[in-house]
């Protein structure tokens, strides 16, 4: 991150800050931004239990309330139900 020039959310700003002083851990937002980065994860694992579990570690690397990550695994078991009953998880 230290490259990157695009923009960059006041919870990863906050957590980068966190990081890079030794204080090790993440802002404590309350924001959805951690959530509407989870279909990929989702995508990947099929393993729901699994991808849950990998949607809440990315989430709580930034965002890491209460709130915030009981949004994130809310959003996930609801893609994972859109997803059951078909024979792969394709969008398509």
């Keep these: 991150m230290k490259e990157y020039t695009g ?10 800050k966190n990081y890079n002083e030794g204080l ?4 404590d937002s309350t924001e959805l931004g951690a959530s509407v980065r ?3 994860i989702i995508y990947f694992y099929l393993d729901e239990d699994k ?3 990998s949607c809440l570690e990315q989430s709580s690397i930034t ?3 209460e709130r915030s990550l009981a949004c994130t695994e ?4 609801l893609m994972y139900r859109g997803f059951k009953g078909r024979s792969s998880q ?3």
């Design 24 to 27: 090790g851990y993440a802002s």
């Design 90 to 92: 394709s969008c398509s």
């Design 51 to 53: 991808g849950i579990e």
């Design 63 to 65: 965002h890491n309330s």
């Design 38 to 40: 989870i279909a990929p």
């Design 7 to 16: 923009y960059i959310d006041k919870a990863s700003k906050i957590s980068l």
């Design 74 to 77: 809310f959003f996930a078991k």
